[in-house]
T-cell receptor
Framework: DAKTTQPNSMESNEEEPVHLPCNHS???????IHWYRQLPSQGPEYVIH???SNVNNRMASLAIAEDRKSSTLILHRATLRDAAVYYC??????????????FGKGITLSVRP | GAVVSQHPSRVICKSGTSVKIECRSL??????MFWYRQFPKQSLMLMAT?????????EQGVEKDKFLINHASLTLSTLTVTSAHPEDSSFYIC??????????????FGSGTQLSVL
């Protein structure tokens, strides 16, 4: 499985934008970039995913580098409820529904009031 | 939106007993479900891939006879921890592909089951 590298942790201030980086230098052409987040004692929650183009949804934006070797999850206005572990994961596009999500350590985001 | 329901949320059992955890896709059909476990302060570890109507595929190092997976319908997969021991105490989480067979689908996760074996 192609791997991703994320910083261990990041702090942000409430109501300010947050940029969470992810490196995936060995990404293959068929890998989708997925982001999930997990609050304590809960299952992960889908945030966003993309292949080549930048993506926006109501939760966040995903900026994908032109060479696809890195990406950035952008939370436009952090709230206290955004404090969580964020996982950047590559999912092989060739596997269909059986394609696994292999979780790394993720980045722990803390939000200061 | 699509929801995955996992039950029970918490279970405490005696060593040597078996525990069944259910994972249901509530408003979509899930041909594939995944089972993870997570120890405190650690990331999720994939245990197995469950396919409706066929045998589950287990990750290396996961004992298939200990962690029995049944995916008898398109909306239900179960994980049974047989002869549980204290080292099986963990947070178990299921997930399902969001209503399609393509990889370009998000996964939906259950809320997890905290298993404590005394």
């Amino acid at each position: 499985d192609a791997k991703t590298t994320q910083p261990n942790s990041m702090e942000s201030n409430e109501e300010e934008p947050v940029h969470l980086p992810c490196n995936h230098s060995t990404i293959s052409g068929t890998d989708y970039i997925h982001w999930y987040r997990q609050l304590p004692s809960q299952g992960p929650e889908y945030v966003i995913h993309g292949l080549t183009s930048n993506v926006n949804n109501r939760m966040a934006s995903l900026a994908i580098a032109e060479d696809r070797k890195s990406s950035t999850l952008i939370l436009h206005r952090a709230t206290l409820r955004d404090a969580a572990v964020y996982y950047c994961i590559l999912r092989d596009g060739r596997g269909g529904a059986n394609s696994k999500l292999t979780f790394g350590k993720g980045i722990t985001l803390s939000v200061r009031p | 939106g699509a929801v995955v329901s996992q039950h029970p949320s918490r279970v405490i059992c005696k060593s040597g007993t078996s525990v069944k955890i259910e994972c249901r896709s509530l408003d979509f059909q899930a041909t594939t479900m995944f089972w993870y476990r997570q120890f405190p302060k650690q990331s999720l570890m994939l245990m197995a891939t469950s396919n409706e109507g066929s045998k589950a595929t287990y990750e290396q190092g996961v004992e298939k006879d200990k962690f029995l997976i049944n995916h008898a319908s398109l909306t239900l997969s179960t994980l049974t921890v047989t002869s549980a021991h204290p080292e099986d105490s963990s947070f178990y989480i299921c997930s399902a592909n969001g209503g399609g067979s393509r990889t370009n689908e998000k996964l939906f996760f259950g809320s997890g089951t905290q298993l404590s074996v005394l």
